[in-house]
């Protein structure tokens, strides 16, 4: 059965430090999304990857987030320095190559940023 | 920009009845899918059922099905013979254009009644 995994599912940490969380897609899956979902603003987009360039991180904050793709079977997402705003639910999700419009979610990090 | 809502914050329904939830979507592609997508309290995403805007025909997946009415821009999903195990957030979701992001809506929280 295959998943998308999402290493740690749990991350609690102190305003300043980084955080780094990643994801394994679907094997031969070629698009890779990282989504945060928090109450007030739902779930956005941050970032999106096809053959593992990135093609969208518009919904990213430039400044304090990152999005790469070391290689076709890991996608990193890293908060640097976090901040407690940051604390939200982030899921990655992998889509297939010959169906770009159906997504399948990881099981999400969720970080708790004091 | 494409849009999703989802008028009905909540919505209760009594076991093997039948429950319908409300979206409406508005974009400008003419290429595009939509989604209702399920996170139960494991925060698991988990794709129901998906529509192609160039089908008419309404997309079923046994006890779900869609009322697709592209022209009103609506997008219902329809619940049958619903289970405790419905019990869950359920979020519309539209993509298309070239990155093929979801949008979400705000998401109507399903309860079901022993």
């Known amino acids: 059965d295959a998943r998308v995994t999402q290493t740690p599912r749990h991350k609690v940490t102190e305003m300043g430090q980084e955080v780094t969380m990643r994801c394994q897609p679907i094997l031969g899956h070629n698009t890779v999304f990282w989504y945060r979902q928090t109450m007030m603003q739902g779930l956005e987009l941050l970032a999106y990857?096809?053959?593992?360039?990135?093609?969208?991180d518009s919904g990213m904050p430039k400044d304090r987030f990152s999005a790469e793709m070391p290689d076709a079977t890991l996608a990193t997402l890293k908060i640097q320095p976090s901040e407690p705003r940051d604390s939200a639910v982030y899921f990655c999700?992998?889509?297939?190559?010959?169906?770009?419009?159906?997504?399948?979610f990881g099981p999400g990090t969720r970080l708790t940023v004091t | 920009a494409q849009t999703v809502t989802q008028s009905q914050p909540e919505m209760s329904v009594q076991e093997a009845e039948t429950v319908t939830l409300s979206c409406t979507y508005d974009?400008?592609?003419?290429?595009?899918?939509l989604f209702w997508y399920k996170q139960p309290p494991s925060r698991q995403m988990i794709l129901v059922i998906r529509?192609?805007?160039?089908?008419?025909q309404n997309a079923t997946e046994n006890r779900f099905s869609v009322n697709f009415q592209k022209a009103a821009k609506s997008f219902s999903l329809k619940i049958s013979d619903s289970q405790l195990g419905d019990a869950a957030m359920y979020f519309c979701?539209?993509?298309?254009?070239?990155?093929?992001?979801?949008?979400f809506g705000t998401g109507t929280l399903l309860a079901v009644q022993p």
């Open positions: 979701a539209s993509t298309g254009g070239a990155t093929n992001k979801l949008i």
């Open positions: 990857f096809r053959n593992r360039a990135p093609l969208d």
């Open positions: 529509q192609e805007a160039y089908k008419q």
């Open positions: 999700a992998s889509g297939l190559p010959d169906s770009p419009y159906e997504q399948y």
């Open positions: 974009t400008s592609e003419s290429d595009y899918y």
